[in-house]
Structure formats: C-alpha cells, structure tokens
C-alpha cells in the first residue's frame, strides 16, 4: 500500500528531530514478541513496553519536548492538569531543566501516582472532582501566574513525543499488521497513527477506550465532539469527558477503528500481561489486551502489537485487581 502523507497538526521531520532531545532512557523501549500472551490470546502479540524509563510511562517523550522548548524560551515554570502521569513526566523533564512545575490532580488519583509527583520536587495541588475539573484549575493557575499551561493532547509537543514510539515501530522486526493504543486524550493515537499512516499505511491503527469513558471513541464515531456528564473507570489515565476538537480532527485522519472494553476485560488484560509477560501494567495499560480478549475472531491468525503505556499503580489496589 502507498503512503499518504495524512493531513494532521503532526510533522514528520519534526517527529524524527524530536529523537534528538528526548533523554535516550525514554527511546527504543523494548519490542519483542511474547509468545506466551499469543498463545493465550490466539494470536501473534508483540509488547511495545514504554514502562522501563523513570517516570513508568510514555509521557516522558512529550515533556521532554515541553521542557526543552520552555527552557530554550527562558521560561522558568510550568503547569499542567494530570491524572498522575503527565505530572509525574513534567516534574521529571522540568526538574533536569531547572523549571518550576505545579501539577493539579484529583485527589482520588492514585496514591503511588501522586507521591511520585511530589517526590520529583513538583508543586501538586489537589482538587475535588475528576481530570477535567483539575484542568479547569489547572488553566486558572497558568493566568494567574502567567506560566505556560501545558495541555496534554492540545500541545503538539505531547502527540509528536509520543509519536517517536511510531519510528521505532516502523523501524522494528518483524512486521505486524494491528498496533492497539489506548485512547484518552488522544496524544499517543495521533501520535502513533500519524507515523504509522505515513510509513507503514497497511498498519490497522485501533484505538481503545474502556466502556465507561467512552467520549473520544463516541467522538470518532460521530464525527463530532461528544462528552459525557461522567467517567466510570477503573483505566483513571484515560478517564476525560472533554475531547479536544483539534485532537478529534488528527484522530479521525489517522485511526481505522476505535472500540470501547468493558471493566472486566481490563483487569483480565492486566492478570494476563503479569501471568504470561511478567509485566505490571496500569489499567489503561491492558486496552490493548482487553480488546483481543472481546473480539478474538477478529485479530484470529494476525500479529498485533499492543503498547503497554504506564506501570504507575497502588499495590494494594493492583494485587487486589490481578488476585484471581
């Protein structure tokens, strides 16, 4: 199939600069075929593991492009609204930088995600409600303070960070004919889909979404934004309500499909990646594995790639999920 060049905010050449100032422990992450999962799932499975690096998640690729362009700018300090990652990835890229970074989460954010906030020197302030009512507070503190606001999805460093997982799928072995991504904001399925549409166009791009934040799937499929009043997940780092309409617009030149899973295929998702890959994945970590487990005649006979996001998770909470 012949490559199209899709029509996104993304760049290519941007994308492959972008390797260039991103720390290396957040590049060429391991990709390998894990026969185990396959054989359990009945299909060909590769994991694309984006936890090994220091915040234990992808978002690392993202703020690294942030902070470096905010520290070239002399710029002293940042805020962004998080559901644990993103602010644990900017603590980490603004503390190297010497920038300033305040993080809004919920106070119902996991525990492991917030401590880790805080123990990477950022200022956390904690808000009652869900993701969008910390970004709404989030924004506040950005005009008050006249500091950048850091949107996770909107800010186009953020989708071609996490685009550069997309170089190094197109530039590993074997081939493969599906990648799953989880859906949330929408910066990793841009960002993936992008590169996979321009290099590797035979490439089915799937996006999943847990059945109880569906608004970004709802979206895609009407081809307008749509929210919802509420998110009911346990996958917390992709529960927003809110899509961003620039985010839709990339997201509907680049994504094949976008399925919605149900509660209890993510955790079986995350039981089979610790029994069968050894692995501790996040609840939206598994929306690649829920999805083969909902629909297996569907990715019957085919190789997939799944890409394990984030490892950020209570242990008390995790042992109980994954305890059979």
Same mark, same amino acid.
């Given at each position: ?66 902070a470096s362009r905010l520290a070239g700018q002399g ?13 644990? +990835? ?31 020197? +950022? ?22 303070? *006249? ?14 960070? +996490? ?25 990793? +399925? ?45 996958? *917390? ?12 617009? =990339?997201?509907?030149?680049?994504? =094949? ?22 692995l501790v994945a996040e609840p939206s970590a598994a ?9 297996? *005649? ?26 059979p």
């Open positions: 199939m012949e490559s199209v060049v899709p029509h996104t905010r993304l760049d290519l050449d941007r994308i492959r600069a972008a390797r260039q100032v991103i720390h290396p422990q957040f590049l060429d992450t391991p990709l390998y075929e894990c026969d185990a999962l396959g054989h359990r799932l009945g299909c060909t499975v590769s994991v694309k593991l984006e936890t090994a690096n220091p915040v234990r998640s992808f978002k690392g690729r993202g703020t690294e492009l942030v710029r002293e300090a940042a805020v962004c609204a998080s559901a644990g990652n993103l602010g644990q +990835a900017l603590g980490w890229s603004g503390r190297r930088r010497g920038l300033g970074v305040t993080v809004v989460a919920s106070r119902w954010a996991p525990a492991a995600k917030l401590d880790r906030i805080r123990a990477l020197g +950022a200022e956390l302030e904690l808000v009652e409600g869900d993701f969008e009512t910390a970004r709404e507070r989030a924004a506040s503190i950005a005009r008050q303070r *006249d500091v950048r606001l850091v949107e996770d999805s909107l800010d186009i460093e953020t989708c071609e960070g +996490a685009a550069t997982i997309g170089l190094e799928l197109a530039s590993g072995t074997p081939s493969f004919d599906a990648v799953l991504i989880a859906l949330g904001g929408g910066a990793m +399925a841009t960002g993936v889909g992008h590169v996979m549409k321009a290099l590797l166009p035979a490439v089915e791009v799937i996006c999943v979404q847990p059945l109880g934040a569906p608004a970004m799937t709802r979206s895609w499929h009407e081809r307008r934004v749509v929210t919802t009043e509420s998110a009911d997940t346990i996958a *917390d780092g992709v529960a927003g309500r809110y899509p961003i309409p620039e985010v839709l617009d =990339d997201l509907l030149e680049v994504a =094949d499909d976008a399925v919605l899973v149900r509660e209890a295929s993510i955790v079986a998702g995350m039981r089979m990646l610790l029994e069968h890959a050894g929306l690649g594995v829920a999805a083969v487990l909902e629909n297996p *005649d569907r990715f019957a006979g085919r190789h997939v790639v799944t890409i394990v996001c984030g490892s950020n998770v209570d242990l008390d909470v995790y042992q109980r999920w994954v305890r």
